[in-house]
């Protein structure tokens, strides 16, 4: 590829916020729940770049194929990898596009294809945009965005805190995963922390269930967390993360008496044995990401309660590793059920595609 900028390119980045900044010269778009990508073409030649630099083309075929068909002949784009079921967006089969058969590839375009949507140009052209504003990029990308149809969509934004913390309250029940703020004067730096995110953030008090060994020694890595079901069935929801080196240490000590004749009665006896693992379910299951991976665990006899902060669920879990906040030993662990989870209003992710990025 002949471009200004060189493939791979490490896109900008956002910084976790509590509140949203207000005032003049902010724009404010949804964030998105899928794929950081973007998108190199150069004539014929298209290629799809993660957030840490390793291609998705051969992954999204049908995208490649409309990218050729709708964008530049010539422009990076920075954008998001989605995939719509029903009226919101389901990160999980988002995930199982990425398989190493090409046949399951090309089954998996058909079955659950997906869409794109854009927020970003960095190169229009033979101009390079990486050095001018916000304001002229989102210039740039409307102009080159302006015919595009599904599964190309230009993300909704607005200049209006007030509707951006609209957009956060209800754009949730639509799978989308809260609000992105980003200064309208600044230049697109890549791997910096320019844009402001606000995410949800959640507690819920689980089961203590077990542990995983830190890769560095004999210290607690993880907690692994159960919720009851309405069945009366202990499920497998997650991991409690995030302690200091020193923490963790003790950790070890504060969880001995729960491991004195822990598999008698355990719950999830039966997933200690590797060969009878499910890996959707069972958390010493082999990772799909890294083979190599140790995820075998430490069981816990099931009395402690433990409260975490968690973003979102995906399916019947954390979408990403919980972070501790308190024992809650006033607690009973047979009172840690999936019912006091906080359920997103639903929202219909077609509106959200096609609001009006004008205001």
Known sequence: MDLSVEFPLTPILAKAARTLPEG?????????DGFRCII??????????????????????EIVEEVRS???????????????????????????????AASRVALLQEQTPASYVAFDMIV?????????????????????????????????????AAVANSWFDVFEGAGLDGVIAKPLDSSYQPGKRVFIKLKHQRTADCVLVGFRW?????????????????HGSLQFVGAAAAFTMKRRAELVDELAPYRENALIDHPWSDWQSPQENDPE???GAVSRWNSAKDLSWQPLRPERVVEVQYDQLEGFRFRHVAKFVRWRDDREASSCRFDQL?????????????????S
């Open 24 to 32: 003049d010269g902010w724009l404010y778009e949804p964030k998105w």
């Open 40 to 61: 190199f073409r150069d004539g014929d030649e298209v290629e799809l770049c993660s957030r840490g630099g390793k291609p998705l083309t051969r992954y999204f075929p």
């Open 70 to 100: 709708q964008l530049p002949q010539r422009c990076v784009i920075d954008g998001e990898l989605v995939i719509q079921s029903g009226d919101r967006l389901e990160f999980e089969m988002l995930q199982a596009r990425i398989h190493p």
């Open 124 to 160: 229009d052209g033979d101009e390079d945009l990486t050095d001018q504003p916000l304001s002229v990029r989102r210039t740039h990308l409307a102009t080159a965005l302006d015919r595009i149809r599904p599964p190309f969509y230009a993300t909704p934004s607005t200049a209006d």
């Open 214 to 230: 830190h890769k560095s020694g004999p210290i607690v890595g993880s907690l692994l967390l159960g919720l009851y079901d309405d």
């Open 281 to 283: 379910r069972m958390p």
């Open 342 to 358: 906080d359920t997103p209003v639903s929202y219909d992710l077609a509106d959200v595609l096609s609001a009006d990025t004008s």
